[in-house]
């Protein structure tokens, strides 16, 4: 069955989903099937037991770590533009990431500026990736399963 979770707990890794049928189920953190976290408004597909939800897997994600829809085309125009500051990296939720990037960035004008241009032709780069990939790989790859860099 198709459903959307409408809640997580983090503490006791439990929640609630709303099935196609109009039904509420709740699920262990066990039952999760997939390496990234549970979150509001994902779409999952799971199987029902009783008023359980059993074997419970990802189908696509409306929320990026801000809670938001994180567009591909805005993180693609954020890192070809002002990607050598590491916006692009905050906008996908990669924060660590983002201020290795800005830190380089601005520091690196005291070794003549080459590392500065090196982060800036990084960041074009991956805005260009970011464009050419299509929205669901997009968001499987970079708002789902974290990846940071390339």
């Excluded at 080459?114 to 970079?142: C, M, N, R, T, W």
Aim: with cysteine.
């Amino acid at each position: 069955m198709k459903g959307k979770i409408l809640d997580y707990n983090i503490q006791n890794s439990s929640g609630v989903i709303s099935g196609e049928d109009g039904k509420r189920y709740a699920f262990s953190n066990s039952e999760w099937k997939n390496n990234v976290a549970p979150k509001s408004n994902q779409s999952v597909d799971f199987e029902v037991e009783g008023d359980t939800a059993k074997s419970i897997y990802l189908v696509s994600s409306s929320g990026a770590a801000s809670g938001g829809t994180s567009s591909k085309l805005i993180a693609g125009l954020l890192a070809i533009f002002i990607g050598c500051l590491g916006v692009h990296k905050f906008y996908i939720g990669c924060t660590t990431a983002g201020i290795v990037m800005l830190v380089v960035f601005l520091f690196g004008f005291i070794l003549l500026g080459l590392p500065s241009l090196i982060i800036a032709v990084i960041a074009f780069i991956e805005g260009l990736i970011y464009l050419f990939k299509s929205d669901d790989d997009f968001e499987q790859i970079y708002i789902n399963n974290k990846k940071c860099w390339f």
